[in-house]
DNA sequence: CCTCTGCCTG
DNA sequence: CAGGCAGAGG
């Protein structure tokens, strides 16, 4: 966004790149002329371009973004706002030249070709002598010296790019004569294998801050949660307005949380992760992890304003937040992106990726869900967006399968990448399974000793099994993963989730057109305990399908499916009794080992994954019992002896449990 | 009339 | 499961 007209120029000048001829001939050259002739010479050389070059990818992406454009953009850009890293450490600085450091100007453009590889050179091997130098952030003499190298290089960069766009255009540029510095001694090979050896430690390293990071941000936030509260309100009078500064501000809300050292590691990680190509992805999830900690901080600020103005009551029972399955289809996706992890080509994933995170920020404010088409289409095959309220804010997926419920599966130990994942494509607060509503204390305990706040349901602990959990047993992983995510320990109500996500298109696009499998699955279980629900039921308890004739029309279908089913069975289950010579009605039981339960229970509750309440199996066994008296008396004989039976069953619905009614329940 | 239901069929 | 149909009930 800020480019100043320097900036401007470069572009403009870089035209004249040989290579070529795109928007971004910029980077073009810049990557040319800056990694890949210099690193060709090496005998990895390929390796470290490669490394180089999706770095400028990235960047790229990021240059959609005015976010990025702020602070990490300007590490290679070579131009930056200053203000906007004014409050950013000297780790920065390494990347970023600003405008006051004195360049080289060197119009005449005769260096030797030798200045330039080794200048060239010196400057990668700065950045990453920076990065492995002080993880710790506090080793500030080493830092000093590195950003006097740093300097150096940039000065040499700065004088490269000059070369190309100079010519013409005589730039007024500040600033003594390069010192190409060459303060490299030794081979190629030596070369070679010292950078190998830093790829390697910047590895080390990256891990270790993103645990470190993790943990102080994890432990701050909870005790200045309060504190910020009051910040915030303050930095939102102080700041300047609109959606840019409010993020600004979220940023550095979300900065004040973390120490001056994890900071200093984030301003590293994100100029390691521009250069190595194998922490690729990890930068990624560290970038994603930072906006999307900025994005529930903001989201936090909004419910305690909401809060606080309308004195609602945020008790965590309202909010029984229950896990939105992603199931096959994050699974799949999840397998996807290993697999392009692995082979080094998941530039076009993350290219999907990034845009839409960043549209995510810059829709949520202004734009209505109406609006927001385009981006999403990426992210998600299926168009159809519709601005109803929901309370659990998912968003659509490019799979059948729509609501993607958030299948937390014990056998599966959820990554970090997969958390990003799914708040990325269903927003920051698609539930991690009901993460508000459940003590800390649950938080890490073993999944199997979870005692969850479920009175009807309980989960039957199939830990193998793939298919839905969909009863949750939230928490276990759930929270976990969010404390790792840095989120802060969020107790927001469903209400304001809805409003919320009623004001942020992202979240708001799980509201679907049309019914989905699991919203079938949802019913199926319903069914348990509601045989003959009426339509008002089912409004109530799929909040976020838009009905209308034709969705409720075919809800009441499946239970009309459901009850057919179910009716059958039972005739087919009292007629064997009969056959079996069964005479007394007191004989006929029905138990969940029954044959009669079974075939209920894999028609209805295929995963088994469901505690079916034991009211049904009352009701059942009261069907049956119906079934093989009428059947008994012979009175099946007239056509529409069933009707009675029907009577009877359907006084013995039993309410749903409200749990059901969160729409991404399953 | 509309809604809901059940039955039949594919 | 969904579509079509008919019938009951408001």
């Not at 009051?230 to 900065?255: L, N, P």
């Not at 397998?335 to 999907?352: F, G, H, L, V």
């Not at 519709?386 to 659990?392: D, E, I, K, Q, R």
């Not at 059958?568 to 006929?588: N, W, Y």
Request: net charge negative.
């Amino acid at each position: 966004m800020n480019l100043s007209l320097s900036d401007q120029n470069m572009h403009n000048s870089s035209e004249s790149c040989i290579e070529d001829d795109k928007p971004d001939v910029m980077l073009q050259c810049f990557r040319r002329n800056m990694y890949d002739e210099p690193l060709a010479s090496y005998s990895n050389g390929s390796i470290i371009s490669q490394l180089l070059r999706k770095t400028i990818h990235n960047k790229r992406a990021l240059d959609e973004s005015p976010f990025y454009l702020s602070s990490s953009t300007a590490a290679d850009s070579g131009q930056e706002d200053q203000s906007s890293v004014s409050s950013k450490d000297s780790t920065v600085e390494v990347a970023s030249p600003g405008g006051h450091i004195s360049t080289g100007t060197s119009p005449d453009g005769e260096h030797p070709v030798n200045d330039h590889l080794q200048a060239k050179r010196a400057r990668v091997e700065n950045i990453i002598r920076v990065m492995a130098g002080s993880p710790n952030g506090k080793q500030h003499g080493e830092n000093e010296r590195c950003e006097a190298e740093a300097r150096d290089t940039r000065e040499a960069y700065r004088e490269n790019k000059r070369k190309q766009r100079l010519p013409q255009h005589q730039e007024h540029s500040v600033g003594g004569p390069v010192s190409s510095n060459s303060d490299n001694c030794g081979t190629k090979d030596e070369e070679c294998h010292k950078l190998k050896e830093q790829l390697h430690s910047m590895q080390r390293l990256l891990r270790q801050l993103q645990e470190k990071f993790l943990q102080v941000y994890s432990q701050d936030d909870s005790e200045q949660d309060n504190r910020d509260e009051a910040d915030m309100a303050a930095e939102h009078d102080t700041q300047g307005e609109g959606t840019e500064s409010r993020y600004i501000s979220a940023e550095e809300d979300f900065e004040r949380k973390s120490s001056r050292g994890t900071r200093e590691y984030k301003e590293r990680m994100k100029v390691v992760g521009y250069l190595v190509h194998q922490r690729e992805s990890q930068n990624l999830q560290e970038t994603l992890k930072q906006e999307l900690s900025r994005a529930v901080n903001e989201c936090v600020d909004r419910v305690f304003k909401k809060v606080s103005s309308s004195g609602l009551d945020l008790s965590p029972q309202s909010c029984m937040c229950s896990s939105p399955e992603m199931q096959m289809s994050v699974g799949a996706d999840r397998k996807s992106q290993q697999a392009n992890s692995i082979q080094e080509q998941p530039q076009s994933e993350e290219a999907a990726f990034k845009p839409h995170a960043l549209e995510y920020y810059e829709n949520s404010e202004a734009q209505s869900p109406q609006d927001q088409t385009e981006a999403l289409s990426l992210v998600v095959r299926k168009p159809a967006v519709t601005p109803l309220s929901s309370v659990t804010p998912t968003v659509k997926r490019p799979y059948p399968v729509h609501q993607t419920p958030f299948q937390f599966n014990y056998s599966t130990p959820l990554h970090d990448s997969q958390i990003l994942e799914h708040l990325l494509k269903y927003g920051p607060h698609s539930n991690f399974g009901g993460l508000p509503c459940l003590p800390p204390s649950m938080d890490r305990t073993s999944p199997d000793s979870v005692d969850l706040p479920w009175d009807t349901i309980n989960m039957r602990s199939k830990v193998t099994s793939s298919h839905l959990n969909h009863h949750s047993r939230p928490s276990a992983l759930g929270a976990v993963t969010v404390d790792n995510l840095c989120l802060p320990h969020v107790k927001i109500e469903c209400g304001e989730l809805q409003s919320i996500a009623e004001r942020n298109p992202y979240m708001s696009l799980n509201i679907q057109e049309g019914l989905t499998p699991s919203h079938l699955k949802k019913a199926k279980l319903m069914f348990f305990y509601t045989r003959y629900p009426s339509s008002n039921v089912l409004k109530t308890f799929f909040p976020d399908v838009k009905f209308n004739r034709c969705i409720t029309s075919q809800l009441i279908k499946w239970f009309s499916n459901f009850r057919e089913f179910y009716y059958i069975q039972m005739e087919k289950f009292a007629r064997q009794a009969i056959v079996d010579g069964i005479s007394e009605v007191k004989d006929i039981t029905v138990g969940r080992d029954s044959e009669l339960f079974r075939a209920l229970n894999m028609h209805y509750n295929k995963a088994n994954d469901f505690h079916v309440p034991d009211r049904f199996l009352e009701v059942a066994e009261i069907t049956l019992h119906e079934f093989y008296n009428a059947i008994s008396a012979a009175k099946d004989s007239d056509p529409s002896w069933k009707k009675a039976i029907y009577k009877v069953i359907c006084k013995l619905d039993s309410d749903v449990p409200e749990e059901f009614k969160t729409s991404s329940y399953l």
